[in-house]
């Protein structure tokens, strides 16, 4: 069975791939200090607890912390007896090279969105990803991923709003019942949501104009949901989406081994 390790800057998420289809996930607080024994202890611990038997033959990860490759690494090699893919390194090809500035280093996990959206839903294609940083992915007719846009992550901007404002306080992410707040949190939580709904629609309908040809806009990331009901410009929410690309890279390589 694969293992597919996906590592972003908040959280790291560990799914098992059977063939056909994912038949456990479990996410665990990114840390780069985070030892291969550890990692082992943690994972082997909840395969027990959930009663899923998975004897891992293969393992792929993208990681946009380049600091936890090396124990991941090392837990996959040690505990599975098996070498991993390492999405963003020269051996791990892709479906199609992005084409973007030359020296340029794509973030791993945007070049795992664009093979899994191309997947699903073909080229001319705006993938947006509500992660620690929000990122507009775009994908050619072809699949290739040729740039995009990064925009601070949502909750990163309330804690930078908290931070620099003291008498602002820690508020959730929800879409408020109306627009004009009539108290702080509701004011908060209005130019917040709203004003993410304002950024996603400008930045799609300026790419879009510059692209000029249709485009498809999927959303993934947890937040997606969430945003979506303050807007109609998402043809898809796709909540696998990462997890599904790193299950097609990893075919990729050994069809073409």
């Known amino acids: 069975m694969l293992l597919a390790i996906d590592c972003g800057n908040t959280n790291t998420v560990f799914s098992i791939w059977n063939g056909a289809r994912f038949i456990a996930t479990w996410r665990i607080a990114t840390d780069h ?3 291969a024994d550890e990692y082992f202890v943690w994972l082997s611990s909840l395969m027990m607890l959930t009663g899923t038997d998975a004897k891992v033959t293969e393992a792929i990860i993208s990681s946009t912390v380049p600091r936890v490759v090396f ?11 098996c070498r ?8 791990c090809r892709l479906p199609v090279p ?7 280093t794509v973030g791993p ?8 959206g191309h997947d699903r839903h073909g080229g001319n294609l705006i993938v947006v990803d509500f992660g620690t940083a929000t990122t507009f992915d ?7 991923y040729v740039g995009g846009v990064i925009a601070p992550g949502v909750n990163l901007s309330l804690e930078a709003l908290h931070m620099a404002a003291a008498a602002l306080p820690h508020i959730d992410v929800a879409k408020p019942e109306k627009v004009i707040g009539t108290n702080t949190v509701a004011c908060m939580q209005s130019g917040v949501y709203w004003g993410y709904v304002g950024l996603i629609e400008g930045i799609v309908r300026e790419v879009r104009r510059e692209r000029d040809r249709p485009m498809k806009v999927i959303a993934t990331g947890g937040l997606a949901s969430l ?10 929410i796709e909540d696998d989406l990462t997890m599904h690309g790193l299950v097609l890279i990893n075919a990729f390589n050994k069809d073409t081994k």
Do not use: M, S
């Open 33 to 35: 200090r985070r030892t």
């Open 71 to 81: 124990n991941l690494r090392v837990l996959c090699d040690r505990y599975f007896g």
């Open 84 to 91: 991993p893919q390492v999405v963003g390194k020269p051996e």
């Open 98 to 104: 992005p084409r973007v500035d030359l020296g340029t």
């Open 109 to 116: 996990d945007r070049l795992v969105n664009t093979a899994a």
């Open 138 to 144: 775009v994908v050619d007719h072809d699949g290739a």
């Open 227 to 236: 945003f979506a009901q303050g807007t109609a410009l998402f043809h898809a």
